[in-house]
C-alpha cells in the first residue's frame, strides 16, 4: 500500500489520535461551568494556542469552524454582508481562477443573492501563479471596495502564490484580502498578514470536522451561525471539543516536521519519472512549490485509466481535486494554466506527508511502469 493523497486527506497523526481520545474521555459541553466543562474549555484553548502559532495570529483571532469550505466561506458573507451594515461596502469580489471550489461556488452565490456586487476573475499565469500586474490594473481601477480572495498554495499543483505582494497591493488599495491556507499550513510558513486567513485540519494530519478562519483585528466580519456565544458570537453551535483538539495537537507536531525530507523524496520520484518517462510533463517543476506535491500528466495514459490501475496496485493518488474527483472534469486548476486539454485529461497528483517515505514513492513508480507497458502493448497490438 501506498497512500500519496495527502493533499486530500492527511491521515491522522498518532499525537492527534491521542488528543482526540482525551478529549472524546471527557463528555461534557465546553460552555458548562462545572470542572468537566472547564477541562474541555481547556483543550479547546489549548489548540486555539497551537492553531494561532501557526497563523502568526493572536488566539482572540481565531475562529473554529466545521472545515476550510466553511471557513471560506464565512469570510466572503462575513465580509460583504458586515461592509453593507458600515461600509465602505464590497462592491468587487475578485478571485483567482484556481481558488477552491468553496471560494469559487460561494463568491458565485453572494454576486447571484447580493445586486449590484460584482465577480472578477484574476488570470493565472502559464507558470501557475496569479497575474498580480492584472490585479494591480484592476485594482487601480476599481471604482468600489474590493475583497480579493487568493490561496497561499494550489491543492492540484502545489504551486506556491505571491500572497505577500498580494496582501500588500490589497492593502494600498483600501481593499480586504482572504489567503486560504488550508493546502499550505504545516508545509511552509502560513503567517500571512491577510484580513481573513483559512486553514484545515485534516490536511495537516488533524481530523476531519476542524478548520479555522482567522480574521485580523480590525478586519469588517459579521457571523452566518447566530445562537449560543461560542467562539465569541463570530460561530454559534457547540463545539467539536475532540476535532479541536485534534486540530491543536496536528498543528503543534506540525511544526517539527521535515520538510526537506518530503522535497527530497518528491524529487527523487520525479527524477525517476523524467528518466522512465521521458514524454511526462511535471507541472510547475521550475516554479516555488509545496514540498510535498508532484502533479504530472504522463500523454497517453488518461487519469481514470491510471488511477483505477494504481488502486489496484494499493497505490492511492489523485487526478485533481478531492473534492470533485468522482466525476470527469478537466481540472480547472490547469485549465487556468492553458495547459492543453489532451495533457490535462492525463494529469495526476501525486501528494506526499508527515507517514511518506521511500518504499511509497518505489511501489507508485513500478505500477506505473507496469501500466505504461501494458498501454503500449496495447497501442502497439
Ligand atoms: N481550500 C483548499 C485550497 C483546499 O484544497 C480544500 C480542500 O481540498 C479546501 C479549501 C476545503 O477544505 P475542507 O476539505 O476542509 O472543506
Redesign the pocket.
Known sequence: MAYLDH?ATSPLRPQAHAAMERALGLQANASSVHRAGRSARALIEEARAEVARLAGASAEQIVFTS???EA?ALALWGAVERTRESGPPVGYLCVSAME?D?VLRTAAQIVDRIPGLRIVVIPVGRDGAVDIEWLRIFLDSADARTLVAV?AAN?ETGIIQPVGEVIDMVREADGLCLV?A??SCGKFASDFAADYLTF?A?KLGGPQGA?ALVIKEGAPFRAQLVGGGQETYRRAGTENVAGIAGFGAAAKVCRGDDLSRLSRLRDGFEAELRFRFPECVIFGEDVARLPNTSNFALPGLPAETALIALDLDGVMVSSG???SSGKVRASHVLEAMSVRPEIARCALRVSLGWNSDEADMDVALVSLEKLAARMAARRAA
Open positions: 493533499n472545515c476550510g469550505s471560506n477552491h468553496s490561496m491543492n486560504d488550508v493546502q484545515s485534516h478548520g481535486a478531492a473534492c
